[in-house]
């Protein structure tokens, strides 16, 4: 079966048996060339080939996002929040932070932001921030009101497409990052986990240590 993304190529109409071809005239003898007609050649193969060039880049279209994968580092960013203050992930830097990109229309989301709040509860004492990023069209006071609805006792940001960029283009929704305590990628999930799989990946950013502890430990010499 054909590809439908593909068109089939036409093919070239069959010649009958009964018909006769025309006669090929014979080669005519070269005749000294125009220096000017080859001139024009080139310059119209050069603006076709200039054409095509910047009509293949268009068609393209912008860049590819980025991937980010463990060990590298969280682009920073900022945020305003639900409370109107200017958020970056920066802010975090020396804890664990659990980066959940979001909407209210999400029906996973409304799945897993219960267990967002029980492991807020339950690591924030040993340095776990959860910090929500909402990718929708929804009013701020709408996105407010579900956060309340939800129980929500983490903060909240209203989203850009250029930070959700810096993250991959979120292909889709829930998507999350667990940043270790160094401001570096330790897992990633995308859709709906369990929670014990999302446990198990805040355990890892927890086990981290911040850029500085690194590198004091680093410094210190070897015995």
């Known amino acids: 079966m054909s590809d439908p993304g593909m068109p089939r190529p036409e093919m070239p109409e069959s010649v009958g048996g009964n018909q006769s ?28 080939l200039y054409i095509g060039f910047h009509m293949a ?6 860049e590819a996002p980025p991937i980010l994968g463990r060990s590298m580092p969280a682009p920073d960013f900022s945020l305003e929040s639900l409370d109107g203050k200017n958020m970056r992930l920066s802010d975090f830097r020396g804890k664990a932070v659990l980066l959940n990109f979001w909407a209210t229309w999400c029906s996973p989301c409304k ?6 709040v029980e492991l807020q509860q339950k690591y924030g004492a040993d340095g776990l921030q959860i910090v929500g990023v909402a990718m929708d069209d929804s009013s701020k006071e709408d996105i407010a009101k579900f956060a309340k609805e939800m129980g929500v006792n983490y903060p909240v940001l209203l989203g850009k497409e250029a930070v959700g960029d810096e993250y991959g283009g979120v292909p889709a929704l829930p998507e999350s990052f667990f940043i270790g305590r160094d401001g570096k990628i330790v897992d990633r999930i995308i859709g709906l986990k369990g929670k014990g799989e999302i446990e198990d990946s805040i355990k890892k950013a927890l086990d981290t240590q911040p850029a500085s502890a690194q590198a004091s430990t680093a410094a210190q010499p070897q015995k």
């Open 111 to 116: 799945i897993e932001m219960p267990w967002f």
């Open 21 to 48: 071809l025309n006669p090929v005239p014979p080669p005519t003898p070269p005749r000294g060339r125009n220096p000017l007609a080859l001139v024009v050649v080139a310059v119209v193969a050069a603006a076709m």
């Open 57 to 62: 880049r268009r068609s393209a279209g912008p």
